[in-house]
């Protein structure tokens, strides 16, 4: 038997996730410089210098093991949070407490659901363990956002053999969001069986009034899990860290799963000192604000169908197969994201970066689609 058979048959039938293209990439192919990388969702004004010169500090400890607890990070969140530590389960990103979760919870006899454009990790973790994956169609525009989770299907295909729901708020790719009564009544007519994970990448960016805290449910759902993550505004991506936040008895049948030293020396101090500095996160979101209504603008000013967003990205239709315009793209020095991959093959994705960023990109574009 070859070693390919000897994989379990989710594994073998899994399709490795695709980043965005890296940097470093597109300059050894095309041999230039002053590149514009627009294509994973990355804080552009990078870390806050807090966190920066704490991770500094950090390296002259990497003969050591970290932490494994975690706990002056997860002590730190507790208080800016309003809960418990026990409640914290830490990760190397929020992807890794998400595939803690599917790890915790699912197995080949159960399933898991999802919204149709939901974000890409969910139908990896649910396949590699061998469950069985449910996608409910997302929001066709009549009775909700088009692309948007629509509850009411998520909701018909929950049944005695679910153990997990993954809702994404606001979502990725498509930058759509739940209001907070949409979204409690949903959690409330959960039976007690189903574990509800909802992942809140983006939460820091969102300013839409009517947005939801899941964490304000924690007490009121006990079956409720949050994931968080300081690799978008607060602009940690190369680190890796996230985290859950759930009730104590959840908490600790993740921290059961998750692998010793998952997050390293210098990832532990940076998000500490990251929580601290309140201005460069204000920043951050001001900028994000300001660059996601221009784009956003821009795009339909240009007849490009724009997906409604309060991340920091915006999704758009070219009505049209998308590969040759984002390769077009990237011989103009810019990296954005296709997300035919999402079942969406006529989009691109853009993260929202600097002014000036911004600005050549859309220049960038014009040049690419003059007839």
Do not use: C
């Not at 295909?157 to 994404?168: N, P, Y």
């Not at 930058?175 to 007690?192: K, Q, S």
């Amino acid at each position: 038997m070859q070693p390919f058979e000897l994989a379990i048959s989710g594994v073998r039938g899994l399709t490795p996730y695709q980043p965005g293209k890296p940097i470093s990439e597109l300059e050894r192919e095309l041999g230039f410089r002053n590149i514009v990388k627009l294509a994973s969702n990355e804080n552009p004004l990078g870390p806050s210098p807090r966190a920066l010169e704490a991770a500094r500090r950090a390296l002259s400890s990497l003969h050591l093991y970290p932490d494994g607890n975690g706990f002056e990070l997860k002590a730190a969140l507790a208080g800016k949070l309003g809960v418990d530590s026990g409640q914290i389960t830490l990760g190397n990103g929020s992807n890794d407490v998400l595939e803690i979760v599917a790890r915790t919870f699912l197995s080949p006899a159960t399933k898991a659901v999802y919204s149709e454009y939901a974000f890409a990790i969910y139908p990896l973790v649910v396949q590699a363990i061998g469950a069985t994956a449910a996608v409910a169609p997302a929001h066709d525009g009549v009775r909700g956002p088009r692309y948007g989770h629509d509850l009411d299907a998520i909701a018909e295909l929950v049944d005695e053999t679910t153990r997990v729901v993954f809702i994404a708020n606001p979502n990725n790719p498509t930058g759509t969001y739940l209001t907070r009564t949409e979204l409690h009544g949903f959690l409330a007519g959960l039976p007690n069986h189903v574990i509800a994970v909802v992942d809140e990448a983006y939460f820091e960016y969102v300013e839409a009034a009517d947005y939801p805290n899941a964490l304000d449910w924690l007490a009121e759902f006990p079956n409720l899990v949050v994931t968080r993550t300081f690799s978008k505004a607060y602009g940690l991506a190369g680190l890796r860290v996230g985290y859950a936040v759930s009730n104590e008895r959840i908490a600790d049948l993740l921290n059961r799963v998750r692998q010793p030293f998952n997050v390293n020396i210098p990832a532990l101090e940076a998000a500490k000192a990251a929580l601290d500095d309140t201005d460069h996160l204000a920043h951050s979101i001001r900028v994000n604000a300001e660059g996601l209504a221009r784009l956003s603008r821009a795009l339909a000013e240009r007849k490009l169908a724009v997906i409604p967003s309060v991340g920091n990205f915006v999704s758009f239709d070219l009505g049209r197969p998308v590969a040759p315009v984002y390769e077009a793209l990237l011989r103009e020095g810019v990296i954005v994201r296709p997300i035919a991959n999402y079942g969406l093959p006529h989009h691109l994705r853009v993260t929202v970066g600097t002014s000036e960023e911004n600005s050549f990109f859309l220049t960038a574009l014009d040049r690419v689609l003059e007839p």
